[in-house]
């Protein structure tokens, strides 16, 4: 091939190179999944990493102010004038001492990097910004996406913006918070209800978008996780570009470790970085196939000749059982992680770990990240609860530097929280009793109090 950018099968003994504008998305030769390739001896990689701090006295360029695009030099896929920026990225890396203490963790060596303050809410938008650079490349007139509400929100909300392009989100029945459906519908997304979960509605877009020639924005699509990259940027930055001991992150459909993975691994081909730090992918116990293949049935990239028999195998006994994933992280509710030989390829890479946390751990966990001072939805704090437990376990060291993803906004899903928070039994018991958490340990309450001065003074002087 001769480009310098273009698509190249993950497979190293297949190796098939696609151009760059293909929208297949798909190796045709073994049907495997594509990574964005670049000739890097034909482009003009930055020699060092603080070269991207002239981009701060640039923040008039809308590309130089975007946390993504001032980045792009590191996947320079797509001419400026493809790209569409609403100022995504704009993210924190905030040291949080109190939520440290809670998974035994130093005083400033637990970092939290706050995602939900992207424009939709979640970090979706890093990838989307990028798919759709490379939809306008194409001239893409539809985008569609099967999500579990975060990824249909910010196709939503990148559409809208372009105003070129019409949104389908595929969703599955009664799986999505109010929230992030909300968000769909007010951007104008035409939104597909089909009878099944989020495995089902991904198996259909893929089916929908082939047959009628609609871009797809799922996270199979390699030019999303080139996006993503930047999240591994940013935290590089904000750490004077030093890197951490950890990254831990919650997995769902593996997008997000793929692509930190990539970014590491060509960071230290350009020599940017002189190592890694360690990956750790955290599923809900209720959806744990990662968790089950990685760390049970020792399944592993092998230099580029993963362990499909392990994982066929482990597919079909799901089916055989008709195996649900079922948790209140909707955002990580997925049994067949699309991304799942990126992510084996990233932990190879990047010394990984996996672990599952309940969605008990993932609400007290949720409800410190809150007490500390920053919000996240129920899937994101099981970063925080992964860390805690890898603690326990010796694994990670308490003087350690980590960095928890926090990839959604905590206002994504209220209904989580506001049960947690309640004092009345049976709002509890309706929303998370019965999905198996038995308790609020760091519940909040209501006060009640009569409408009459003398008792409200007396309850405040009381409670606080
Ligand atoms: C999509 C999503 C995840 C899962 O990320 P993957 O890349 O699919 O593993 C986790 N948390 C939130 C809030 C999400 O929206
Ligand atoms: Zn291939």
Redesign the pocket.
Known sequence: MSESVFQR?I?PQ?G?TVSLDDTSFQ?P????LLDVAYDWNRLRPPKSLRDFEAKWSQRTNPLSFSGVWRFRDLFPFAPDDRILTIGEGQTILQRSDSVAAYTGMNNGCLYLEYEGMNPSGSFKDNGMTAAFAHARMVGARRAACASTGNTSASCAIYCAATNLMRAIIFIGSGKISYGKLAQALDHGALTVQIAGDFDDALQRVQQVSKKLGIYLVNSINPFRLEGQKTIMYRVLEALGWEVPDWIVVPGGNLGNVSSFGKAFIELLELGLIKRAPRLAVINASGANTFYQLYEKQGARWNGGKPDDGKIDDYMKAMDAGNLRANTLASAIEINRPVSLPKALRALERCGGVVREVTDQEMLDAKAKVGAGGLGCEPASAASVAGTKKLRQEGIIGSDERVVCILTGHQLKDPTATVAYHSADPKTFEEVLGKRGVRRAMFANRAVQVPNDLDEIVKAIEVYA
Do not use: D, T, Y
């Not at 030769?29 to 495997?32: H, I, M, Q």
């Open positions: 099968c497979h297949c098939a190796c030769r073994c049907g495997g």
